[in-house]
Nanobody, 121 residues
Framework: QVQLVESGGGLVQPGGSLRVSCAASGRFRSINAMGWYRQAPGKQRELAATITSGGNTNYADSVKGRFTISRDNAKNTVYLQMNSLKPEDTAVYYC???????????????WGQGTQVTVSS
């Protein structure tokens, strides 16, 4: 099985910075794209940022210029550096990975358990 474990969430003041991490572990052949999604109370889960295995990135308009996604392929870890945080960034942040298992040629979506990010004074 594959596990995604997030860390680094917490409480930060508006204008502050925070970095969340997500490490993948388990029996798999490779990881394609990885990404961060977020879900605020009463709202649907939405894309924040994604990154391919080759390093191509994609960002939601709401976070462009403030958030930076990166990954360490050797560690199977993806990071999200969040700067100039706003109260509207408050949400549970979920890690996602497209994983190719050792026992299958198919690609499967896996999700982490989520980490809370709260932006408040």
């Amino acid at each position: 099985q594959v596990q995604l474990v997030e860390s680094g969430g917490g409480l930060v003041q508006p204008g502050g910075s925070l970095r969340v991490s997500c490490a993948a572990s388990g029996r798999f052949r490779s990881i394609n794209a990885m990404g961060w999604y977020r879900q605020a109370p009463g709202k649907q889960r939405e894309l924040a940022a994604t990154i391919t295995s080759g390093g191509n990135t994609n960002y939601a308009d709401s976070v462009k210029g403030r958030f930076t996604i990166s990954r360490d392929n050797a560690k199977n870890t993806v990071y999200l550096q969040m700067n100039s945080l706003k109260p509207e960034d408050t949400a549970v942040y979920y890690c996602n990975a497209e994983v190719r298992l050792r026992t299958s040629s198919s690609i499967y979506d896996y999700w982490g358990q989520g980490t809370q990010v709260t932006v408040s004074s």
